[in-house]
């Protein structure tokens, strides 16, 4: 928009008594912005405050200095607002004595900061204040003006149409939140907005190369560093230069002049759930509406929609990342590339980490705490590399092979004719047991009539009350286990269990490799006595298949029935 000349006259019909250095204060908030509201637009505030000066005393001379000018920022806080704080610096230069603004609104909507500025900066300073319409106040003409009862009631009104304000507009983001809609003003790296829906994402392919590329290489065991250096080297733009480079007004308060990719940005990018579909948002808020500062919020607070858009990275290869984000990971000295080990092992007794050592050209793991820092914390824990590579290695390969067997039997099982299955049985075992905690729960109830017709002792009615209630607690948790393991058993694996199938598309290696241990171990624990606990990934999903297994097997042999399984429900 076009700014009047930086400086001009308006020359008094009669002689002049006193000169103004006149500064402008205009601001548009966002709310402004977004109602369209022409009113308030910058156009007309510079109009009606141009149009006051020319019309004002014949016997005063007035120079207008500069106009000062934030659009679409709040007036809830003076900081946060750039052209007030230049304002600012003019009236300390003595550049500026009189400031004029169309209303209290436009300059503040914050209570405090009114009162601190018209009934003390500007008097110490002896500025003149004008404000045109709402509450009008003139401080040359009418010094007590800024402290009538009008000003701070004003004050008070404009600083709880801000609150009301932000609270709508934080509860509509809020819905949109919850539906899946982009809310932000800017799509991260990787996507755009959609031309045609400014709340939704489309994949931007040029930038999504680079997160495509970022994934693969940390999945491949290059470092975060060594991500960084390989996009630096190579002159890939970091986020915030890109976003500029396509035009946009994008600034991060905390880049440098020339900003480049760092580790911070990489973590921030491999943890974002953003790349596999998933609309993630809420995860800061502002301390309240004058408060301007952001916290972190709660992952359980999160507004997550799963399946909004388009996604970069597959799920599978997401999990991956998140599993290795967890281990302490470092790349050897020169290089790229981590250690096999990196991240996986354990001390069995203090629980650190293990640190790598090379002695007389063999490669030993040793307990950190014991090596860097105190050897009467804890032991050597010593394993030679080759040994354990070696033992890691032959254990992956008996899960491979049974999670090949384990996949043929329950390919016959589901291809069995249907008989009594296990969800049956404990269906039935279930019923029998409700039915014995309903004749248990008769009996209680009945006790107390026994006691006051007199066919029972205090003594005997207190200890039958407590028999029963001791019932009533064994057979309820029965139910309860019996109703959880039917739970898992309806989600019994198949020949499709993701599970078995992460075993059996690695059935084919010689070595042990990264990809193996990322894919299937957890971690791996290391004793004094050199021996080896290897926690897998998928344990309790395997041992669910066998148990399967076993009951099916089982059931096909014999089928227990709710009466023999019964036990006597009262005894002492």
């Known amino acids: ?52 000066l020319r019309n004002q005393f014949d016997d005063d001379q007035y120079v207008l200095v500069d106009e000062f000018i934030d659009d679409g920022v709040s007036g809830t806080t003076d900081e946060e607002r750039p052209d007030f704080q230049r304002l600012l610096r003019f009236i300390e230069a003595g550049k500026i004595n009189c400031v004029v603004v169309k209303n209290l609104a436009r300059s503040f909507r914050n209570h405090a900061d009114q009162g601190y500025y018209l009934e003390d900066w500007f008097v110490t300073r002896q500025v003149r204040f004008v404000s045109l319409y709402q509450q009008p106040i003139d401080t040359y003409k009418d010094p007590c003006g800024a402290t009538n009862i009008g000003v701070p009631v004003q004050g008070v009104l404009n600083e709880s149409h801000a609150k009301d304000t932000s609270e709508n507009v934080r509860r509509v983001f809020d819905k949109k939140r919850e539906k899946g809609l982009h809310i932000g003003s800017f799509a991260a790296y990787g996507y755009k907005k959609n031309p045609e829906d400014k709340n939704a994402l489309v994949v931007d392919e040029e930038a999504a190369a680079v997160v495509r590329d970022i994934f693969a290489w940390f999945l491949d065991g290059m470092s975060k560093n060594a991500i960084v250096q390989t996009l630096n080297v190579r002159g890939v733009l970091c986020p915030s230069l890109y976003k500029r480079s396509k035009g946009l007004k994008y600034k991060n308060p905390n880049a440098e002049n020339k900003p480049l990719w760092n580790a911070k940005t990489v973590t921030q990018m491999l943890k974002n ?23 972190a919020v709660p992952e359980d607070e999160w507004f997550i929609v799963e399946n909004t858009h388009e996604p970069i990275i597959g799920r599978e290869a997401f999990a991956q990342v998140q599993e290795l984000l967890k281990r302490d990971t470092r790349a050897a000295p020169g290089e790229k590339k981590l250690y096999l080990f990196s991240g996986f092992l354990r001390c069995a007794d ?39 590579e070696a033992a890691v290695l032959h254990v992956i390969r008996q899960q491979v092979y049974m999670a090949d067997a384990n996949a043929q039997v329950l390919a016959r099982v589901d291809g069995a004719p249907p008989k009594k299955s296990p969800t049956n049985i404990l269906d039935g075992l279930i019923a029998a047991r409700e039915k014995e905690l309903a004749k248990v729960t008769r009996y209680k109830q009945s006790l107390y009539q026994d006691w006051k017709d007199g066919n029972l002792t205090q003594g005997d009615y207190q200890q039958m009350y407590e028999a029963y209630g001791r019932q009533t607690e064994r057979i309820s948790a029965a139910v309860e286990n019996l109703t959880a393991e039917r739970a898992a058993l309806e989600k019994n694996p198949h020949t499709e269990n993701p599970t078995l199938t992460a075993y059996r598309k690695s059935e084919n290696f010689s070595e042990l490799t990264r990809d193996l241990l990322i894919e299937l171990v957890d971690h791996i624990l290391v004793f004094e006595n050199g021996s080896i606990r290897i926690k897998l990934r998928h344990g309790d999903e395997i041992r669910r298949t066998e148990e399967f297994i076993e009951k099916s097997c089982r059931s096909e042999a014999s089928e227990p029935t709710p009466a023999n399984e019964k036990k006597q429900w009262f005894s002492e």
């Not at 008094?12 to 977004?34: A, H, Q």
């Not at 007389?360 to 010593?382: D, I, L, P």
Request: hydrophobic share 25%.
């Open 273 to 295: 759930r953003l790349y596999v579909g998933d609309m993630v948002q809420g995860r800061y808020r502002v301390r309240s509406y004058k408060i301007h500062i952001q916290d």
């Open 350 to 388: 203090c629980g650190k980490s293990m640190c790598r050592s090379e002695v007389k050209g063999n490669v030993y793991y040793f307990c950190r705490t014991y090596k860097e820092q105190s050897k009467a914390a804890c032991t050597k824990h010593s394993i030679r590399h080759s040994l354990l």
């Open 1 to 52: 928009m076009a700014r009047p000349k930086a400086r001009y006259e308006i020359t008094p019909k009669t002689g002049k008594s006193k000169t103004w250095y006149v500064g402008f204060y205009i601001r548009l908030s966002r709310e402004d912005s977004r109602g369209n509201d022409e009113s308030e637009s910058v156009q007309n505030q510079r109009l009606i405050l141009t149009d006051w």
